[in-house]
């Protein structure tokens, strides 16, 4: 693949579903914008055909794809390297496909997330309080990350699922909480983050 200008760039959002994503719109927009030939698509994958799905992309065009739920763990085990905030999450939302075929996870959710509370509100501060986030999947693990990069000094993590709360817990350092009382630790909360599906 050439990285020549003119080249038909294709990329996607990889997900189950995905028919519902709002990101080819978005990313489709930009392509025009920036007089880019190329296209954004849904690409609906079920776990069971991730690898397949992923392994196929370099050679069907694909400069890489965005991951949504419920593969951003699942592909770690899939590509040929992770980079490092991906690793520290563990869980990617990007996959590039380089010319050699070979696959790279990537991980932007914590960035990303940080950086859209800086812009709707630029005096945010990570350190205002305590901070409450409902969720434990990957974009989970991502905010948790992005937030204690940004000075976070307490974080307090809700799940339905109380072992995937403690397991991220375990791995990023934060207090976990009883979903039944997700509601009375709002009052002490600085910011809510609601990363459940």
Known sequence: ????????????????????????????HWFAAYGLKGAYVPLEIAPDRLEA?????????????????????AAMGIVDEVDASARRVGAINCVVARPDGT???????????????????PDFRADAGPILVLGAGGAAR?????LQDAGATRIVLANRSPGRAAELARDLGVETLDWADRGAALEEAALLVNTTS
């Open 103 to 121: 696959l790279v996870g990537r991980n932007y959710d914590g960035f990303g997330f940080v950086h859209s509370l800086l812009e709707r509100a």
């Open 1 to 28: 693949m050439s990285d020549a200008p003119d080249r038909f760039r294709l990329a996607g959002v990889m997900g189950f579903p995905a028919l519902h994503s709002r990101s080819p719109l978005i990313h489709n």
């Open 53 to 73: 799905a992923l392994r196929a992309l370099p050679a069907l065009g694909f400069s890489g794809a965005n991951l949504t739920i419920p593969h951003k763990v």
């Open 142 to 146: 991502a905010v948790v990350a992005g």
